[in-house]
């Protein structure tokens, strides 16, 4: 019995920290002096259930030069579009900071 209650809480436990947001949607755009990726995904609640509450990301590189000679100076960080001054080193964290702003998951 006690070996039961033991696993139970360690499902449940790894059940309620663990991020379940759904990508909507994601994409680059812009080709010459500036690019950005963009990503959105839909929050999920504690039970599991898709919400209605999206979260949007995004990042940016600047670039110089045509053809070969372009150079681009690295990706910023992600950033929550709701609060753009924190970056983030991936999306997937970004997502997850996001969504537990908006007490989901």
Do not use: H, I
Not at 60 to 74: L, P, Q
Not at 77 to 83: K, P, Q, Y
């Amino acid at each position: 019995m006690k070996k039961l209650l033991t696993a139970f809480v360690l499902v449940m436990a790894t059940a309620l920290s663990a991020n379940a947001y759904q990508v909507m949607s994601s994409k680059e755009l812009g080709k010459n002096d500036a690019k950005n990726q963009n990503v959105v995904v839909k929050c999920t609640t504690d039970l599991g259930k898709l919400s209605n509450q999206t979260c949007s990301l995004r990042r940016y590189v600047k670039c110089t030069g045509t053809g070969t000679k372009k150079t681009c100076s690295g990706w910023q960080g992600w950033r929550d579009l709701r609060n753009p001054e924190k970056q983030y080193s991936d999306w997937k964290t970004a997502a997850s900071s996001c969504c537990r702003a908006l007490g989901l998951r």
